[in-house]
């Protein structure tokens, strides 16, 4: 087999493959991917979905892609025996980090299933040229620099299709480009991207700073451009209309192509909203239909049947809503249609927090979501109550019938397949390889518990992963972690919600525990990952806390043989691939009710690492799966959270003057071992945004996390077997969160697709 894959490679780099570059071998597998994923390429009867999101944060895609392809091990035996690494090779392709976070994952995550499931479903969101900011740190700050990654070998192809868009008055072309989505053993589907040709790189300044006004050159520049002022959020509503209005434009013209005369489109198309960012669909297709001639009662219900739409947050300043003069201004076209829209929601109902218009004429998006679209789902059993029960109980009262739940779900494939191949070897030895399309099947894995051998082997796997991340954060950061020691992990954005500051307050009162002379029972080693958005100044001030720590810790001798503390600079997915394998502890400490569903909490679990978690987002759902004692859960509950807020009388001044450990541990931000490390103004500024505002109730929970951590660790110094066989229990409990399983229920109750 290896054979062929030899000649047909030489083949390709049009020379031996012993003598190829990494480069030319990247560009002939790119070539092999593409020929293969041609192959899968299926025609589209009945309902296809367009998923439409300003994010996919798809990652690299080669690895991916030769694992779906099931060209991977031939490809990797081929190589090896020219002397060649597909990991050196790997270093040759851009990563797109066309996204931000759990949103974005999750989308691509979703365009994985799909085509694995052999669902006809694309995905339509921008090509951003930049994607989110590179992260790196200087003097313990993060600085933000474009991250250029489309380069000519990008996978994502123009096409001749442009659609038209009229942005404030003017005309402008948007192209649309295609990048092949390969499912596991499945078909191709594609991720539509859409871009303007006159947007110019050279425009961008110092850092990532541009003119925010030249929307010909910027419009397509980056991922969530700043939005302290006007012009950045108006350049935000530019994006959204570009993508959504070339969306609809595509979806239009792929459906009359299979025969759909507009007036039941809804047979031809389903169309997914993700979060309030692409929300402008609805009055754009509105718009579009009444265009060829259907009037607007018609488009209205055509519409409301097509679209569904998924929230993502309940926090208030993540739904979307904009003053009306700004749509005035970017799209006036569209003003019309959602007054109309606004009068037909209010003689709907009596209740004025329902309107699309408010009395301050502000334009909620999520409400015109849930009036016109079919479906309003949540992404996690406890966010969907929530949704149900309070941030959104006037809609679900009005419409009971379009809410629904849809727990997260992750692809397996890159997840554990790309990203841990010890473990999947060792779990295909053990139940067969049938888990890789039926993820329930990895139950049969409790069968087991008992097993010495088997419970030896996945630790020496984790002991393998953080070896290999020990040896990447060297190449990288230059940074040594002790690979004997517990590795504990927090990745995500950086947020107050998700609480990083409360893990800094932890690993500081385990610093003056040390200095205390009181040894934990293992040696400890934190990991971080988190980019703050660029505006978002507390969020950079945690990092500045945690890096100066870092630093502390590292000076200190006594201290840092039994803790350390690594910020992983620039978190990307890459990072996550070879982070998540190796952490024995994941860290999911959102404040209960905040955590929509989180989904990095799932890929630990998978990998082997318990979760120390509030009951939040999915973590509740986790905790059902694995029973409490193999989960370490702590902190208020989300009924006692959202009272909490009810009541307004939350004081963490008081907590703070109440609790010694809690107060030396903030009193120590501004001390003088960080001072000699960090900067007086940031330290002071988290140091008061504790003690005075707290938003996100980290004092509250402070002690029982530490209690927790410190029982997480002294059971995994106890008894390595036994924490062996509750990893053990993780793993095989993890089936419910394959994003095959979310998808199906989407299909079955939401899209229906080729039907
Ligand atoms: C975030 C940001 C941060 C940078 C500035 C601009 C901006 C705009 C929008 C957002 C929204 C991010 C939404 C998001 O990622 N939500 C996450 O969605 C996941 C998938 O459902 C879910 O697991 C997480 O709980 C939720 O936080």
């Known amino acids: 087999m290896s054979e062929t894959m030899t000649n047909k490679l030489n083949d390709l780099c049009k020379k031996d493959i012993k003598t190829a570059s990494n480069e030319e071998l990247y560009h002939a597998l790119l070539k092999l991917v593409d020929e293969k994923s041609q192959q899968q390429v299926h025609s589209v009867t009945g309902r296809k979905l367009y998923y439409i999101s300003a994010e996919f944060l798809i990652g690299k895609l080669l690895s991916n892609n030769l694992i779906n392809l099931g060209l991977y091990d031939?490809?990797?035996?081929?190589?090896?025996?020219?002397g060649k690494s597909l990991a050196d090779i790997e270093e040759q392709e851009p990563e797109p980090s066309l996204g931000n976070g759990g949103l974005g994952r999750l989308a691509a995550c979703f365009l994985d299933s799909l085509a694995t499931l052999n669902l006809p479903g694309d995905g339509v969101g921008l090509r951003y040229h930049c994607g989110l900011f590179h992260q790196n740190f200087k003097n313990n700050i993060q600085n933000e620099t474009p991250d250029f990654w489309l380069t000519d070998s990008c996978a994502a192809q123009a096409t001749d299709t442009v659609f038209p868009v009229s942005l404030a008055g003017k005309e402008?072309?948007?192209?649309?480009?295609?990048?092949?989505?390969?499912?596991?053993?499945?078909?191709?589907?594609?991720l539509n991207l859409f871009d303007l040709d006159t947007v110019d790189e050279s425009v961008i300044g110092d850092g990532i700073s541009f003119d925010k006004k030249d929307i010909a050159k910027n419009l397509t520049l980056f991922l969530y451009p700043d939005d302290s002022d006007e012009d950045g959020r108006l350049l935000r509503i530019y994006q959204q209309y570009f993508m959504v209005s070339a969306g609809a434009q595509l979806v239009l013209e792929e459906c009359a192509a299979r025969g759909c005369n507009y007036h039941n489109l809804a047979d031809y198309a389903a169309i997914q909203i993700n979060d309030t960012h692409p929300s402008m669909v609805i009055p754009e297709l509105i718009r579009l239909l009444m265009l060829h001639d259907i009037d607007f009662e018609e488009a209205v219900q055509i519409v409301t049947d097509t679209c569904a739409y998924t929230n993502h947050t309940i926090l208030a300043e993540a739904l979307e809503k904009w003053p009306r003069h700004y749509l005035d201004t970017v799209v006036p076209q569209l003003m019309p249609i959602i007054e109309k829209l606004d009068a037909l929601a209010k003689s709907r109902t009596e209740d004025g927090s329902l309107a699309i218009i408010d009395q301050n004429q502000v334009v909620h998006m999520a409400h015109m979501d849930i009036h016109f679209s079919h479906s309003t789902n949540g992404v996690a059993t406890l966010h969907t109550q929530i949704l149900k029960e309070s941030e959104l109980a006037g809609f679900y009262h009005l419409y009971p019938e379009k809410f629904n739940n849809k727990t997260n779900g992750i692809t397996f494939r890159r997840w554990l397949l790309k990203c841990n191949p010890s473990l999947t070897n060792e779990i295909e030895s053990l139940i067969g390889n049938g888990f890789k399309k039926d993820a329930s099947e990895l139950k049969k894995l409790l069968a087991y518990t008992n097993d010495q051998n088997v419970l030896r082997k996945l630790s020496e796997i984790k002991k393998q992963n953080k070896e290999a991340l020990a040896a990447w954060l060297l190449h990288k950061q230059g940074i040594k972690?002790?690979?004997?020691?517990?590795?504990t992990?927090?990745?995500?954005?950086?947020?107050?919600?998700?609480?990083?500051?409360?893990?800094?307050?932890?690993?500081?009162?385990?610093?003056?525990?040390?200095?205390?002379?009181?040894?934990?029972?293992?040696?400890?080693?934190?990991?971080?990952?988190?980019?703050?958005?660029?505006?978002?100044?507390?969020?950079k001030d945690i990092i500045h806390g945690l890096l100066t720590l870092s630093q502390v810790i590292e000076n200190d001798p006594e201290v840092s043989k039994w803790m350390q503390l690594v910020f992983v600079e620039n978190y990307n997915v890459s990072a996550a691939e070879m982070m998540i394998p190796a952490c024995d502890l994941s860290e999911q400490i959102s404040l209960a009710?905040?955590?929509?569903?989180?989904?990095?909490?799932m890929k630990f679990m998978l990998n082997g690492a318990l979760t120390l978690g509030t009951m939040d987002g999915a973590n509740v759902e986790i905790s059902e799966a694995v029973g409490n004692?193999?989960?370490?859960i702590f902190g208020q509950s989300s009924k006692q959270v959202i009272h909490r807020y009810a009541a307004g009388d939350y004081c963490a001044k008081d907590w703070y003057e109440a609790d010694p450990n809690l107060r030396r541990a903030i009193d120590f931000l501004t001390s003088e071992k960080m001072l000699s490390f960090g900067d007086e103004e940031h330290l002071k500024r988290l140091q008061n945004e504790l003690i005075w505002k707290d938003w996100f109730q980290t004092l509250p929970d402070f002690n029982a996390y530490v209690v927790r951590k410190q029982q997480a660790m002294a059971d995994y110094a106890a008894d390595q077997e036994n924490w062996s066989c509750r990893t053990?229990?993780?793993?095989?409990?993890?089936?419910?969160?394959?994003s095959d399983r979310t998808i199906e229920e989407y299909d079955n109750d939401i899209w229906h697709l080729g039907k």
């Not at 004692?629 to 370490?632: L, Q, S, T």
């Open 728 to 738: 053990l229990i993780n793993i095989a409990q993890a089936g419910f969160f394959s």
């Open 74 to 82: 031939d490809v990797k035996e081929a190589l090896a025996a020219a």
């Open 593 to 601: 009710s905040k955590e929509a569903s989180g989904t990095g909490n």
């Open 489 to 539: 992990i927090q990745s995500k954005r950086l947020h107050e919600y998700k609480r990083q500051q409360l893990n800094l307050l932890f690993l500081i009162h385990q610093y003056l525990e040390i200095k205390a002379g009181h040894i934990p029972s293992v040696p400890l080693v934190s990991i971080f990952g988190a980019k703050a958005a660029p505006a978002y100044i507390i969020a």
């Open 481 to 487: 972690v002790n690979t004997d020691a517990m590795f």
């Open 172 to 190: 402008y072309s948007a192209r649309l480009y295609k990048l092949p989505v390969t499912g596991y053993e499945g078909r191709t589907n594609t």
């Open 629 to 632: 004692d193999n989960i370490y």
